[in-house]
């Protein structure tokens, strides 16, 4: 497998073990999470992860002060077994891929590093993170088009996979080989808002000047 993967520590979150009775939603999420990261285990997928979005895993999953701590024991040998497989590259974020903050919510900008790992490597982000997914969605359907992605143009077509949204479609996808014409419609610019259930969403509340001067993640 040649595609180089960006992964969001949302989907490692969801992979945990959950506390006795969970609702059924929660058990759903859970499952599906596993199926998309023990897919990227079973083929030779590698982590294009920037220093930022890398240590925020590591401080997600190793933190022993934080309560959820001891339900992470999964993610944590998944990571593990990754770094032993030497399948997690450490991204040198080059400065033309660092986005700048114009027209991004606070949310965004706690999360520009997946969009500045996928400019660095294949576009292809996996998550399940909705809320920021339209986000980007709405940002990359603006007319006339955002200064951000007039600046940065490939971000229109990052192919950004969800597995709340996409289901086992994802995991059929990586199963494949992660084939660029079979994502063609997880692309930003052809994703819809309504697909997310976010149909009260208005845009424009995002859109804005995030104040992020300098570069890097934050």
């Known amino acids: 497998m040649s595609c180089r993967l960006v992964i969001d520590s949302s989907?490692?979150?969801?992979?945990?073990?959950?506390?006795q009775e969970p609702p059924d939603e929660d058990v759903v999420c859970k499952c599906d999470a596993r199926n998309v990261m023990n897919s990227v285990l079973r083929h030779d997928y590698h982590l294009w992860l920037s220093t930022d979005l890398y240590d925020e895993m590591c401080d997600q999953l190793y933190d022993q002060k934080k309560p959820e701590y001891k339900f992470r024991q999964w993610p944590r040998l998944w990571l593990q077994t990754m770094q032993e497989r030497r399948r997690i590259e450490n991204v040198q974020i080059p400065f033309e891929n660092v986005l700048q903050g114009v027209q991004m919510c606070n949310e965004m900008v706690k999360d520009a590093h997946l969009i500045e790992s996928a400019l660095?490597?294949?576009?292809?982000?996996?998550?399940?993170?909705?809320k920021i997914l339209a986000c980007w969605i709405g940002l990359c359907h603006k007319n006339p088009p955002a200064a951000i992605v007039t600046a940065h143009p490939k971000?229109?077509?990052?192919?950004?996979?969800?597995?709340?949204?996409?289901?086992?479609?994802v995991v059929w996808w990586l199963d494949a080989g992660?084939?660029?014409?079979?994502?063609?419609?997880?692309?930003?610019?052809?994703?819809?808002?309504?697909?997310?259930?976010?149909?009260?969403?208005?845009?424009?509340?995002?859109?804005?000047?995030?104040?992020?001067?300098?570069?890097?993640?934050?």
């Open 11 to 19: 989907l490692l979150d969801w992979s945990a073990d959950l506390p």
């Open 120 to 130: 660095s490597s294949d576009g292809c982000v996996i998550s399940r993170d909705e």
């Open 155 to 169: 971000i229109s077509s990052i192919v950004w996979a969800d597995p709340q949204v996409q289901g086992e479609d």
């Open 178 to 218: 992660a084939p660029e014409a079979d994502a063609e419609a997880w692309k930003l610019n052809n994703q819809s808002q309504l697909e997310h259930g976010c149909q009260d969403y208005q845009t424009d509340k995002c859109v804005l000047d995030s104040g992020r001067s300098s570069g890097g993640s934050t």
